[in-house]
């Protein structure tokens, strides 16, 4: 017990101070991400802001996706019953949701949603309802980088750092949207902002006013979900490049 601990202390340690992803061998998206938003946040930062504010008795639940994984590894719970997750099911949209679920079955209880902008699109239609009246305050905190994570990973990887139809409109504001519907949107761009304004959600929160955080973050790449999967799927299939038929023109 006493090595696991040393262990454990060791690993949490280690991942307080990480601030970036790692690019793997023949990629280069995560310094170019980087280097695009230079002032912005990272994943990472992002979270560790997220932990300052975030109760330990409180009610989480997460989406699925490239920035939620990451923060699966930050959070800590005093108890049972704490984190709803969809797990490897894929049910893009779900963090909203499920934590309007849970602050109605545990109304004395803080919850906080976490998305990032691809899997919250799918679930955004749910703010016109939750701004009525009769619906209980939840707070829902979006990662804002303006794409889908988790599927221009899996691209970056298979297809030689290249990847399409992954970009999503930076033209839309998910806490415009949100004030829209009667609710409190805010928009922020790094630690110290996004872990002032998680604490104020949930004061609010207490006080019957819904929130939505938009956190503005780079586009950084975690873990893809399948690493033991991702081979150039040519590979996989045992498809030799010399069995390839040149097409025309190229």
């Not at 797990?87 to 602050?103: D, E, M, Q, R």
């Not at 805010?186 to 604490?199: G, I, K, Y």
């Amino acid at each position: 017990q006493g090595e696991i601990a040393q262990a454990k202390s060791a690993w949490a340690q280690e991942l307080s101070s990480m601030d970036h992803e790692q690019d793997d061998p023949g990629t280069t998206w995560n310094q170019r991400a980087r280097n695009a938003k230079p002032d912005w946040l990272s994943p990472r930062m992002a979270w560790r802001a997220i932990m300052q504010a975030l109760p330990d008795d409180a009610i989480i639940s997460s989406d699925i996706g490239n920035n939620c994984a990451i923060g699966n590894a930050y959070s800590s719970f005093s108890g049972g019953r704490k984190y709803l997750s969809p797990g490897l099911f894929g049910p893009c949209g779900y963090g909203l949701p499920s934590v309007i679920g849970a602050k109605i079955a545990c109304p004395d209880q803080t919850v906080v949603g976490f998305s990032g902008d691809g899997a919250f699109g799918i679930a955004v239609t749910e703010l016109t309802a939750i701004g009525r009246e009769e619906w209980p305050a939840i707070t829902q905190v979006v990662f804002r980088n303006y794409q889908w994570g988790a599927e221009k990973r899996n691209s970056t990887l298979w297809y030689a750092d290249n990847f399409v139809g992954t970009e999503l409109n930076d033209g839309v504001s998910y806490a415009g949207i949100a004030n829209a519907c009667g609710l409190k949107g805010v928009v922020v761009h790094n630690m110290d902002e996004l872990t002032a304004a998680l604490a104020q959600a949930i004061t609010d929160q207490k006080a019957g006013i819904t929130t939505l955080i938009e956190a503005m973050i780079n586009q950084e790449l975690g873990e893809p979900f399948r690493r033991d999967a991702m081979t150039t799927p040519v590979e996989v299939a045992g498809i030799s490049a010399d069995d390839m038929r040149p097409q025309k023109g190229a």
